[in-house]
């Protein structure tokens, strides 16, 4: 981990609260929504979403996108490269 990602993460709007409600169970539609709007405030979402894109988080709720979301966004970059 690089000093850059420890910065953003320490910056989080999620920082302190519990990780479970950016893991929320398949289907748990309203902790989706808790942990988006959660997002919807951080100062750091752009580099939380460029982290989750780059690892290719598979779980979890990251940078306000669920993970269909996410693989939208890399299916949409990888068109227009």
């Known amino acids: ?3 850059t990602e420890i910065s953003w993460r320490q910056k989080g709007a999620c920082q302190g609260l519990d990780p479970a409600v950016f893991f929320p169970d398949e289907g748990d539609e ?3 929504a808790v942990a988006i709007a959660v ?4 100062d750091v979402r752009i580099a939380c979403l460029e982290h989750a894109l780059a690892s290719r988080e598979k779980e979890g709720v990251w940078g306000g996108t669920t993970e269909r979301e996410r693989r939208r ?3 949409q ?3 227009t490269a």
């Open 39 to 42: 997002c919807g405030t951080c």
């Open 73 to 75: 966004i890399i299916r």
């Open 30 to 32: 309203e902790t989706v």
């Open 1 to 3: 981990m690089t000093i």
């Open 77 to 79: 970059r990888r068109r």
